[in-house]
T-cell receptor, first 114, second 111 residues
Framework: DVKVTQSSRYLVKRTGEKVFLECVQD?????MFWYRQDPGLGLRLIYF???????EKGDIPEGYSVSREKKERFSLILESASTNQTSMYLC?????????????FGSGTRLTVV | DAKTTQPPSMDCAEGRAANLPCNHS???????VYWYRQIHSQGPQYIIH???NNETNEMASLIITEDRKSSTLILPHATLRDTAVYYC????????????FGTGTSLTVIP
């Protein structure tokens, strides 16, 4: 069963900490995405990547960075966590960036920054 | 900038058809409309997509108006397991041509 795996289901971090959210996919997909999900705001795209070592900003990249050193792994980094980054984070991968019918999502990481 | 508008919530009786509307008045002529759903504590999952003709698969039907400014997802016989948030998705021109998920419709199927 193909899947996207997010390393943690729940995380609690302190303000100012550097936080790494890890995502691994086993489908050999070129494209990977990080979204955050907040009540009333839906899913908002943070960053995406079309290939290894490649990254593009989404709608809300401020306060975040990403790393894609291997095809199967896409990491989201909060350089200095703040309380307004408390959210559900969803990782996804797809085999094509041109169509949206092939997105596979992970189950999400609920991050709380205190 | 292609965006979508969906009602925030809807109820549907079990066994009845659930009709979920979506407005996407700025969609480009050659862009598809996609629907995903998100069951609680899971990531979104693909349901169906279409361009201008009506589409049907084992999960749902998709009706797209002739002017393509709106569409309706139809779950013909809703079950309790269809309780989820449903997202109508189009390409957004301000996000590197990636897809805009929006806020979705929270569907509750009532026994």
């Amino acid at each position: 069963d193909v899947k996207v795996t997010q390393s943690s289901r729940y995380l609690v971090k302190r303000t100012g900490e550097k936080v790494f959210l890890e995502c691994v996919q086993d489908m050999d997909h070129e494209n990977m995405f990080w979204y955050r999900q907040d009540p009333g705001l839906g899913l908002r795209l943070i960053y995406f990547s079309y290939d290894v070592k490649m990254k593009e900003k989404g709608d809300i990249p401020e306060g975040y960075s990403v790393s894609r050193e291997k095809k199967e792994r896409f990491s989201l980094i909060l350089e200095s966590a703040s309380t307004n980054q408390t959210s559900m984070y969803l990782c996804a991968s797809s085999f094509t960036p041109w169509e949206a019918y092939g997105y596979t999502f992970g189950s999400g990481t609920r991050l709380t920054v205190v | 900038d292609a965006k979508t508008t969906q009602p925030p919530s809807m109820d549907c009786a079990e066994g009845r058809a659930a009709n979920l509307p979506c407005n996407h008045s700025t969609i480009s002529g050659n862009e598809y409309v996609y629907w995903y759903r998100q069951i609680h504590s899971q990531g979104p999952q693909y349901i169906i997509h279409g361009l201008k003709n009506n589409e049907t698969n084992e999960m749902a039907s998709l009706i797209i108006t002739e002017d393509r400014k709106s569409s309706t997802l139809i779950l013909p016989h809703a079950t309790l397991r269809d309780t989820a948030v449903y997202y109508c998705i189009v390409r957004g021109s301000n996000t590197g041509n990636q897809f805009y998920f929006g806020t979705g419709t929270s569907l509750t199927v009532i026994p």
